[in-house]
């Protein structure tokens, strides 16, 4: 168990839909990160969050966003969900900056 | 563009023997590289790491090499387990890009008995 927990576990929605996943950090870890893994493919960076804060943006489409609250949680907001957004969804946090990530269990999306 | 690169998407050893997975980057701003093992249904679990100031590091049956003029790492697994059997994802960020991991697409190592 890395500590960091992510809800749903599994979602399944239509196109069209909004859905929110859900990152809980590790105690005391400051910095949240989020990451698409589609079929045959890595782990793709989206977004990272440090003590509230947007840090980095990877290729994370318009139609996402995230933000992070004052108790350090996370959340990934996913709108007009096409087919192609199905995927695992990871959240992975550090207590820094640099510092090593540890991830959650993911959230498997699909759209159908 | 893939800036990190794991050529092999799988990799098949016997048990007792070495495991050796390789990765190779682009980006020269990378300066700390890292790990992560990933079972079925769970997430990446960090394995180990490596900073560029070093050329080897080792944590127990896993040993992680650094060559930074060919842009090149690789991970030995010595000797390798029926439970090492899973995806090896290499990693690498770089300080100017506030350590976003860049991954590659992963090697799927099979340990068998």
């Known amino acids: 168990d890395s500590g960091v927990t992510q809800t749903p576990k599994h979602l399944i929605t239509a196109t069209g839909q909004r859905v929110t996943l859900r990152c809980s950090p590790r105690?005391?870890?400051?910095?949240v990160y989020w990451y698409q893994q589609s079929l045959d493919q890595g782990l793709q960076f989206l977004i990272q969050y440090y003590n509230g804060e947007e840090r980095a943006k990877g290729n994370i489409l318009e139609r996402f966003s995230a933000q992070q609250f004052p108790d350090l949680h996370s959340e990934l907001n996913l709108s007009s969900l096409e087919l192609g957004d199905s995927a695992l969804y990871f959240c992975a946090s550090s207590v820094g900056v640099g510092s090593v990530a540890f991830f959650g269990q993911g959230t498997r999306l699909t759209v159908v | 563009d893939q800036q990190v690169k794991q050529n092999s998407p799988s990799l098949s050893v016997q048990e007792g023997r070495i495991s050796i997975l390789n990765c190779d980057y682009t980006?020269?701003?990378?300066?700390?590289f890292l790990w992560y093992k990933k079972y079925p249904a769970e997430g990446p679990t960090f394995l180990i790491s490596?900073?560029?100031?070093?050329d080897k590091n080792e944590d127990g049956r896993f040993t992680v090499f650094l060559n930074k003029s060919a842009k090149h790492l690789s991970l030995h697994i010595v000797p390798s387990q029926p439970g090492d059997s899973a995806v090896y994802f290499c990693?690498?960020?770089?300080?100017?890009?506030?350590?976003?991991?860049?991954f590659g697409k992963g090697t799927l190592l099979t340990v068998n008995p």
């Open positions: 990693a690498a960020s770089a300080r100017g890009s506030n350590y976003k991991l860049t």
């Open positions: 490596i900073s560029s100031i070093k």
């Open positions: 980006n020269s701003m990378f300066d700390y």
């Open positions: 105690s005391g870890d400051l910095s």
